[in-house]
């Protein structure tokens, strides 16, 4: 009987650990693919970019004209260093013999009286001669106080002042007055004092508009837009570039005054390995991140050879101090990828057509196809909502990835339908 109980007993084991056996495997089945699917990361799109940055070896071209003197003198200048001018503008003055002060005053009460009469302003002489009488008083008022002071350098240069105060006054009042003179032959001396300065003195204008320089560097005559396209590499880097500072306080004739720089149009020229040339297409935009600031340019023109390849940029934007640089390193953006930014494992190929695994709103994983704009070595930059392609003669509407869309990585340990958490 204790046999008969005792086998019993093992078969009704046997049975339990059976049905446990069986109840393990199918729940093995049914939630193994959850458990799995713990382990899988998701990814919002959203939209960014992807930057292939070279860094490059540049040499700046712009369109230079030099201008010298044709006299020899004294130089006086009027316009700084980056000052952006217009044509025929006054830049410089070189005295070619002595004008006396007197003329200049002369010439100074006679412009005076001529515009008087032309804005019908007879009592201008009257204010003159009152405001003259009130510095004269003021400074021999200052005369005295310094002579009680005791300050001999202090009134020594009153004094001068004084003289020319009372010579301006005693030309308007005394013998030489042009108060009573009629508009004819106040020009007439007018021309004739003017000529007389004129002659003393030789006025230098600018030929063009753009920017004014006092430097120059040996290349304004190498690097120009006529033949950028024909320099070669080699024979630039043998080229020894000096710096010149033109600025002077005397001048003799042909000698460079100074450079006038356009700045609405230059160039920059570097040279690429076929590898880095691919990126670079006639046409194209591009960004230079310089010191002061970052701009954008475009490809004007690509030289290939076999030895090097040019690539010939073209910009527009004003960057300070461009006029003085020659050759810079630059980080150059070469291409600018932008839309949906993804995980470049996420992308899956499915049928011959590129795509990924998309989760619903049950988190169920959905194939959706993608068109890729550009990629690096983690991401890739896809079109959003739709895109479209060619159906025979027709243009078909593909339905892509949407903003914030959850994205499964690693799509290729994944299949359509399965449940993420």
């Known amino acids: 009987m204790k046999k008969k109980l005792r086998k019993k007993s093992k078969k009704n084991k046997r049975f339990r650990y059976f049905i446990l056996g069986v109840i393990l495997f199918y729940l093995g089945i049914k939630f193994l693919p959850m458990l799995i699917s713990f382990s899988k990361e998701t990814s919002i799109a959203e939209y960014g970019n992807i930057q292939v940055v070279d860094k490059l070896n540049c040499y700046i071209i712009r369109e230079e004209k030099k201008v010298n003197s044709n006299v020899e003198g004294d130089i006086k200048y009027f316009a700084q260093e980056g000052e952006k001018i217009e044509k025929g503008y006054k830049i410089a003055e070189i005295e070619k013999s002595i004008v006396d002060d007197e003329t200049r005053k002369k010439l100074e009460i006679i412009n005076q009286r001529i515009e008087s009469i032309n804005e019908n302003e007879n009592n201008l002489f009257q204010s003159d001669i009152k405001k003259i009488d009130e510095e004269i008083n003021k400074i021999i008022n ?112 042909q000698q460079n005054l100074f450079k006038i720089v356009d700045n609405n149009l230059w160039y920059m020229i570097s040279w690429v390995d076929d590898d880095t040339l691919e990126r670079y297409k006639v046409g194209r935009s591009v960004a230079f991140q310089f010191p002061q600031r970052e701009i954008t340019g475009s490809i004007y023109k690509i030289v290939e050879n076999e030895k090097n390849n040019m690539v010939i940029f073209q910009l527009d934007q004003y960057v300070e101090n461009f006029f003085n640089l020659r050759n810079i390193e630059l980080n150059v953006i070469s291409v600018n990828y932008e839309g949906l930014k993804i995980y470049r494992d996420s992308v899956i190929e499915k049928d011959g057509k590129n795509g990924v695994y998309v989760l619903d709103i049950n988190r169920y994983v959905n194939f959706k196809r993608i068109k890729i704009i550009g990629y690096d070595d983690e991401y890739a930059i896809i079109q959003s909502n739709v895109f479209y392609e060619k159906d025979g003669e027709d243009m078909k509407t593909i339905s892509t990835v949407k903003l914030y869309d959850e994205i499964v990585r690693n799509g290729a340990r994944v299949k359509e339908g399965q449940m993420i958490y």
């Open 142 to 253: 200052n005369i005295k106080e310094y002579k009680e002071k005791g300050n001999l350098l202090q009134i020594s240069k009153l004094k001068r002042e004084l003289s020319n105060k009372l010579e301006k006054k005693r030309i308007i009042t005394g013998d030489k007055s042009f108060a009573g003179k009629n508009l004819e032959a106040l020009k007439l001396e007018q021309e004739q004092l003017a000529g007389k300065i004129n002659n003393a003195i030789n006025i230098i204008k600018s030929p063009q508009s753009g920017i004014i320089s006092y430097n120059i560097d040996g290349y304004e005559n190498i690097l120009t837009p006529k033949n950028m396209a024909t320099i070669e590499l080699e024979k630039l880097k043998k080229i020894d570039s000096k710096i010149t500072n033109l600025s002077a306080e005397k001048v003799i004739n």
